[in-house]
């Protein structure tokens, strides 16, 4: 059945794939970097003025990111240090600016993954470390774990040096009215009661890089679904779902976690590449055209030849991509 699926995404013509995407590869031996900030984004009619403010800090992301691996960083701290941009910036879905759960509250998933060496380290539920994409790091850096969780990720962070926060530090009034309006839809059993409503629903920041030594990583981080029950885990700490490197192509995934979840996407993406014979662009585009529903959400990707992809099946996603070529391009919506 597995064989028949990765045959059928190898033979569907590509018109027939209900996704948008930005990107498609060409090869190259420099390095290669896209992010996100996630696939709950604005809608098509928002004033150009509000899109453009959108734009500008993925361009300060981005720019921060191409200067770096073009100085010759490694595709690992890149990714962690971008995603620290994102993480500080009150636009996206992660850290500053993260949604809040069911009581108000924030807690924080991240993970992080180093192609060359399948090291990986992950958070989740963490409620007072202002970057966690840091604290992931240290995570695989200083435990022989992968994955820690709520308390016990906070008392580990207590021994390290990372920035600590209240927990109201991570509130904005833009997040705490789209909780409002959930909590009010789902009262009254309305559609934003449902678990895959996109609007308010979801974000998340990533970054995939390419290094100068041609090795691959991935960073991801998201504050979760708004509203979402206490205690609830989605995608984004867990290696091989929303996050995930390894020596075919990096991969950070934004949506619906649950869906990520079930289809293993990061994973995914490079096992069809392994197994299946696939190109990148293939690969992520079966996948979020074919194995995902409408309005899970999108990806971003880098393979070990440097090609770059973007690809989602929401109304946008908050995007950009930049190679060594002197390709610099961020976006919200398909062209
Ligand atoms: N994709 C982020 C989340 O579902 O938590």
Redesign the pocket.
């Known amino acids: 059945m597995r064989l028949i699926s990765l045959l059928v995404g190898v033979v569907v013509p590509f018109a027939l794939l209900s996704c948008r995407s930005a990107g498609g590869g060409t090869k190259l031996d420099g390095w290669a970097l896209a992010i996100h900030g996630g696939a709950g984004t604005l809608s098509k009619n928002t004033p150009p003025a509000k899109r453009q403010e959108y734009e500008e800090a993925l361009t300060v992301a981005l720019a921060y990111g191409r200067e770096r691996l073009a100085r010759g960083d490694s595709a690992l701290d890149v990714c962690e240090a971008v995603v620290r941009i994102l993480e500080d910036d009150p636009h996206f879905n992660a850290g500053k600016g993260a949604v809040y759960n069911e009581k108000g509250e924030h807690e924080l998933?991240a993970s992080i993954m180093d192609g060359a060496t399948l090291r990986c380290g992950a958070v989740t539920g963490v409620r007072t470390v202002k970057n966690p994409i840091s604290l992931a790091r240290l995570v695989m850096e200083k435990t022989r774990h992968v994955l820690l969780m709520g308390d016990g990720a906070e008392q580990f962070a207590d021994s390290q040096t990372v920035e600590r926060v209240p927990n109201t530090w991570f509130d904005t009034e833009h997040r705490k009215r789209a909780l409002d309006e959930v909590l009010k839809e789902r009262a009254s059993g309305g559609a934003m009661a449902a678990p895959r409503s996109v609007q308010h629903g979801?974000g998340?920041v990533g970054c995939v890089a390419r290094d100068n030594a041609g090795n691959l990583a991935a960073a991801t981080s998201?504050g979760?679904?708004t509203g979402k029950r206490w205690g609830r885990i989605?995608?984004?700490p867990l290696i091989g779902a929303?996050n995930y490197a390894d020596g075919w192509a990096a991969v950070s995934?934004?949506?619906?976690?649950e869906q990520?979840m079930r289809h293993v996407v990061g994973r995914t993406v490079t096992a069809r590449m392994e197994f299946g014979g696939q190109t990148l662009e293939q690969s992520a585009r079966a996948i979020v055209a074919d194995t995902l529903q409408k309005d899970d959400?999108g990806l971003i990707a880098v393979d070990r030849d440097g090609n770059l992809t973007a690809q989602w099946n929401s109304e946008g996603m908050y995007h950009g991509l930049a190679d060594a070529s002197g390709r610099f391009t961020v976006g919200i919506f398909a062209k």
Not at 253 to 257: A, I, N, P, Q
Request: hydrophobic content about 10%; some cysteine.
């Open positions: 998933d979801y998340t998201t979760g679904m989605g995608d984004t929303g995934c934004t949506g619906t976690g990520f959400g």
